[in-house]
């Protein structure tokens, strides 16, 4: 009710209080019809910042996980991973070596191109170079939270660390676990003499040394802590976009296992580590799925390169490939590669189109519409083939370095091998108790295989199709031209970092 006295209106408080119900009211109705925009918008805004888990094995071998082979002990996991998912058969790696092999994986380039080879040690001066993006500058653009933890193996000098190249937090190894004092090329040296080669290995959290003597006791938990740190990382930044790469010690020799998994799988040391690999897979995605991120976001899992044969009973399996880790047949850069996301990667399927670890970057860089370096890189987009909407490649060839030296070029089904060099253990079985046999060297000619029809590249079809190597040749020498070849060198090829 309301009346008016000496020209003012007055409201009594039954109507005041119908008044504020009203405008109440009006303002939820409001609120209400706002929040299916609102919630499109939130989901909008997720679908274009997924998150992205890299999992990246050393030394394992091609037929070392179940979706790929291996028998000899369960990996449910991973088994569970590929059923959901989706496995890639001819997955590549720029180079059959450590920090090559990361060089090319975190910059979408051949590893040539950004002056990183081989496998960098304790007193190596150089690293990844301050101009190189790396997957995780790649998410910051975006504001994506990144971090990292494991070997990292592209410098171990501050300026080279993950957090000074994309990456907020670390906690991991610098460099491979066997370059310490305990190698097997000086156990049989007093130990002042086996730190001149190969210094006391650290273990490094954030920029600084938290364990400045890894032992093997330190080394059994590595598994169990990379795990640790990966699953509070998801549980922490469940609500904002994040980028996680996670690449383990293990499988690369020495071999150490958790007591929790010690003896468990029958299959001998070998087989008890990759029962936890597994196990840590299992944690990630399970994280994952707790906090309801499946729809949300891509997981990988690779390895750096294949098995390192020398070391026999501590070293995987490349199945059907030939050769493995330190050459550039298919059981050295070939790898199993398994991709997962949910609603968008198709359940149970497989791609058998050529693919590589360089095209990570400008794939993850499509997915979150971040902006690609300036400068050149050689990844090319493969959602296609991840998500089963094209088995083209955007590559007409990969172009297999080994050094400096271009010993192969894989196209389709053909794979031309370069006259060169190479590391075999001819038919002699690897050594025992991680303790490695010799290799024998070996050459091989100018030789085509058909990968379809020979995944072990055992016969050469170069007469029956001259064609073939000739475009092959003529694809090679363009690469040359800007990659190098030996002691040629490439206009294309940019410095690695060094020690300032």
């Not at 491979?176 to 007093?190: A, I, K």
Request: net charge negative; proline share 6%.
């Amino acid at each position: 009710m309301m009346w008016k006295i000496r020209g003012r209106m007055y409201v009594s408080d039954s109507s005041r209080h119908s008044l504020l119900r009203a405008s109440v009211w009006l303002i939820v109705a409001g609120w209400l019809l706002t929040l299916p925009q609102a919630a499109t918008a939130m989901a909008s805004q997720k679908a274009s910042t997924p998150n992205v888990i890299v999992i990246f094995m050393d030394d394992m071998g091609y037929a070392d996980i179940g979706p790929f082979g291996a028998k000899a002990y369960p990996t449910p996991h991973l088994d569970r991973m590929a059923q959901e998912g989706r496995i890639f058969t001819d997955f590549y790696v720029t180079q059959a070596v450590c920090s090559a092999s990361r060089a090319g994986l975190l910059t979408g380039c051949y590893n040539v191109r950004v002056g990183i080879g081989g496998a960098l040690g304790p007193k190596s001066k150089i690293g990844i170079h301050e101009d190189e993006v790396t997957l995780g500058d790649l998410a910051k653009q975006k504001n994506y939270a990144t971090a990292c933890y494991g070997k990292w193996h592209l410098g171990h000098h501050r300026q080279f660390l993950p957090m000074q190249n994309g990456f907020d937090d670390y906690f991991g190894l610098p460099y491979s676990n066997d370059m310490w004092p305990y190698h097997p090329g000086v156990r049989h040296l007093p130990m002042e003499k086996r730190v001149e080669r190969w210094p006391h290995l650290p273990l490094i959290d954030g920029n600084e040394v938290i364990n400045p003597q890894v032992d093997g006791e330190a080394q059994k938990l590595l598994t169990t802590q990379y795990t640790e740190h990966a699953v509070q990382f998801i549980n922490d930044h469940k609500d904002d976009p994040f980028l996680l790469y996670l690449p383990h010690s293990m499988v690369h020799v020495p071999l150490y296992v958790s007591d929790k998994f010690a003896g468990k799988s029958g299959a001998g040391l070998f087989g008890d580590v990759m029962m936890e690999i597994d196990w840590s897979v299992g944690q990630v995605l399970d994280a994952v799925r707790s906090n309801g991120l499946e729809k949300n976001t891509l997981v990988i899992f690779t390895s750096d390169n294949g098995p390192w044969l020398s070391y026999g009973d501590h070293a995987g399996s490349a199945g059907p490939l030939r050769e493995g880790k330190g050459t550039m047949f298919e059981g050295g850069c070939r790898e199993s590669c398994v991709m997962w996301w949910p609603g968008t990667i198709p359940a149970g399927t497989r791609c058998t189109t050529p693919a590589m670890t360089i095209d990570i970057l400008p794939t993850v860089a499509g997915l979150i519409d971040a902006k690609l370096p300036d400068h050149t890189i050689d990844g090319r987009n493969i959602l296609p083939l991840m998500t089963g909407e094209s088995d083209e490649s955007p590559h007409e060839a990969y172009y297999l370095y080994y050094g400096r030296q271009l010993q192969a070029v894989r196209s389709g089904k053909w794979k031309l091998h370069f006259p060169h060099g190479y590391r075999t253990m001819a038919g002699k079985p690897g050594g025992t108790g991680g303790i490695p046999n010799n290799y024998s060297q070996a050459k091989i000619g100018l030789e085509l295989f058909d990968l379809n029809e020979d995944i072990g590249e055992t016969t050469n079809v170069a007469d029956a199709h001259p064609e073939v190597v000739k475009h092959l040749q003529q694809l090679a020498e363009q690469m040359r031209a800007e990659l190098g070849d030996q002691n040629r060198r490439g206009s294309g090829i940019r410095p690695a970092g060094q020690l300032k």
